[in-house]
């Protein structure tokens, strides 16, 4: 039967015209190609995520200070360079180099013989001239009684006053060139002005000084001290308006030490804004009792105008610098991380003030940034090796957006430094 069936059907086939034998056909081969086509770019069913590792924390409400951050120098509260007055050889110096000397202690002598001299000739001269004004005003007495008995003309008197009177002149001028002999002397004998510690010497013993103007040392004062710094004329508002309330409290960061900064107080604004700059000088005064900051010193210089109450901050570490600005992964519920843009303020002891973006109690994630995406499932770690990290270093785009927008990766413009008020 199934002979005769398929004998029947070629029979129909050879009676078939041949136009339509050749369009039957192409159909087939179409048909064959689509399932070919199929199953070639057939995809298996994406597998699921793995879960990324990261670090995370949480943003929390504290209070936050409003901080300005500038580099400064240490002063001396009062420096003074000790210079000579007179002429001559220093024949001795009375101190060490870097000794801590009391208000009067000898500091240098300088030949003192020949003005020893000069004292004595001054003394001389002024008694002198002492003893012939005490003769000239007794003899104008006695021709003042002689003309008042009509015995010498008037004339005669007046001479002898004169001369009594041009006698009182030279013994001021007397005393004047002893009191002028007297300080050259004593000008000798260089002491300290003040309590301080000398620094190094300018001049050695034996020299031979020719210039009243011969630098011998400088002498300053370290207890208490001035940290001067300069801030920009536009923080100078919010420094006056704070300054007139209290005190502001200044903190100085020495390179190297891991203590507890030294506190003072802002106790000098300068007058006027340098125009060339555009900066103004302020000084604040530290106590420095134990003298552990010292004229000459670079320091970072932490001026604290207020404290701000509850805003929201997270780790520095979390805020990331992308394409579109600022940004934060949010750990959502089920370990899903959301792309937040953020708005910062401030950077304060490794702590970035949030004013939009994200609120407190919100968990952020802090590493692990350069392998996440919107969406993406992650797994908080305690802490994370160098290949969970990954390399984060360049600046990225934005996440979930195509890898074609990664082009053209830069480097991420610097931060302000922490604390800078921007």
Not at 254 to 277: H, S
Not at 397 to 407: E, I, L
Not at 410 to 419: N, V
């Amino acid at each position: 039967m199934n002979i005769v069936k398929a004998r029947g059907i070629i029979g129909r086939l050879r009676a078939t015209p041949r136009k339509k034998k050749v369009m039957m056909t192409g159909i087939v081969l179409l048909c064959v190609v689509i399932i070919i086509i199929y199953v070639v770019t057939r995809k298996e069913p994406a597998p699921p995520l793995d879960r990324v590792s990261v670090t995370a924390a949480k943003a929390v409400a504290r209070d936050m200070p409003v901080e300005l951050r500038e580099i400064g120098t240490i002063e001396g509260y009062r420096s003074v360079p000790l210079y000579a007055q007179i002429t001559g050889q220093l024949v001795k110096i009375h101190f060490k180099e870097g000794q801590d000397v009391k208000k009067g202690q000898p500091l240098f002598t300088i030949d003192p013989n020949q003005y020893q001299a000069k004292v004595r000739q001054a003394e001389a001269r002024l008694a002198q001239d002492t003893a012939q004004m005490k003769f000239s005003r007794d003899e104008a007495k006695r021709y003042r009684y002689l003309y008042e008995k009509g015995a010498v003309s008037l004339s005669d008197y007046e001479n002898k006053q004169s001369v009594a009177d041009a006698q009182g002149s030279l013994v001021i001028a007397g005393k004047a060139s002893l009191q002028d002999a007297r300080l050259d002397l004593a000008h000798c004998f260089i002491s300290a002005p003040f309590d301080g510690r000398m620094g190094a010497y300018a001049v050695f013993e034996g020299r031979m000084i020719k210039d009243v103007d011969t630098q011998l040392a400088t002498i300053n004062q370290i207890t208490p001290v001035y940290a001067a710094f300069s801030i920009p004329e536009k923080d100078l508002p919010a420094v006056r308006k704070y300054s007139a309330e209290r005190k502001l409290k200044v903190k100085v960061i020495i390179a190297g030490y891991t203590g507890e900064p030294p506190e003072g107080e802002l106790t000098f604004m300068d007058n006027t804004v340098n125009i060339q700059t555009g900066m103004i000088l302020l000084k604040a005064t530290f106590p420095n009792t134990d003298r552990f900051l010292w004229p000459g010193q670079f320091v970072n210089v932490i001026l604290t105008l207020a404290t701000e109450k509850d805003v929201v901050v997270v780790p520095e570490r979390a805020i990331q610098l992308g394409q579109a600005g600022k940004y934060a992964f949010v750990v959502k519920a089920g370990n899903t991380v959301e792309y937040r843009v953020v708005t910062t303020d401030r950077t304060v002891q490794g702590l970035t003030v949030v004013r939009k973006g994200i609120t407190a109690g919100e968990t952020v994630v802090t590493d692990g940034h350069f392998k996440l995406r919107e969406g993406f499932p992650v797994s908080i770690r305690d802490s994370l090796s160098a290949g969970q990290r990954g390399n984060g270093g360049g600046l990225e785009a934005a996440p979930g957006k195509p890898a074609s927008q990664n082009a053209g990766r830069g480097t991420p413009q610097p931060e302000a430094p922490a604390g800078t008020k921007k």
